[in-house]
C-alpha cells in the first residue's frame, strides 16, 4: 500500500507561480513512477509530468519550460515547480503512483489539490 498526500495548491495570478508537494509513505520501494495528473473542470484527468524510480523525467508539451518535477527521497516528497502559469492551467492537481503487481499496473492517487490561474 501506498498512501500520497498533496499539498501546496491554491491561486494565483497568470504568470505566478506555484510548488505542488506529494507526501509519499507506505511500501515507497515498490513505486515504479510517480507524476503529477490534472483535471479541469469538464475535462479528462491528463498526465503532466512523470518521474521513474530510476530518475527518468518526463513532460508533457504544454508545461515544457513552465513545469518542474523534483524528488527529494530523503523526504519521500516529490514536487511540480510551476512557473509562468497560465489560466489554461486551472485545475485539481493529482499526485499519482503507480506499482507491477501480479494482476499488472495498479495506480494510487492522492485526494488532489486545487490550483486556480486568475487573469
Known amino acids: 500500500q501506498v498512501q500520497l498526500v498533496e499539498s501546496g495548491g491554491g491561486l494565483v495570478q497568470a504568470g505566478g507561480s506555484l510548488r505542488l508537494s506529494c507526501a509519499v509513505s507506505?511500501?515507497?520501494?515498490?513505486?515504479?513512477?510517480t507524476a503529477w495528473y490534472r483535471q479541469a473542470p469538464g475535462k479528462q484527468r491528463e498526465l503532466v509530468a512523470r518521474?521513474?524510480?530510476?530518475?527518468?523525467?518526463n513532460y508533457e508539451d504544454f508545461v515544457k519550460g513552465r513545469f518542474t518535477i523534483s524528488r527529494d527521497n530523503a523526504k519521500n516528497t516529490v514536487y511540480l515547480q510551476m512557473n509562468s502559469l497560465k489560466p489554461e492551467d486551472t485545475a485539481v492537481y493529482y499526485c499519482n503512483a503507480f506499482e507491477y503487481g501480479l494482476q499488472g499496473r495498479y495506480d494510487y492517487w492522492g485526494q488532489g489539490t486545487q490550483v486556480t490561474v486568475s487573469s
Open positions: 507506505g511500501s515507497i520501494n515498490i513505486i515504479k513512477a
Open positions: 518521474i521513474t524510480s530510476g530518475g527518468t523525467i
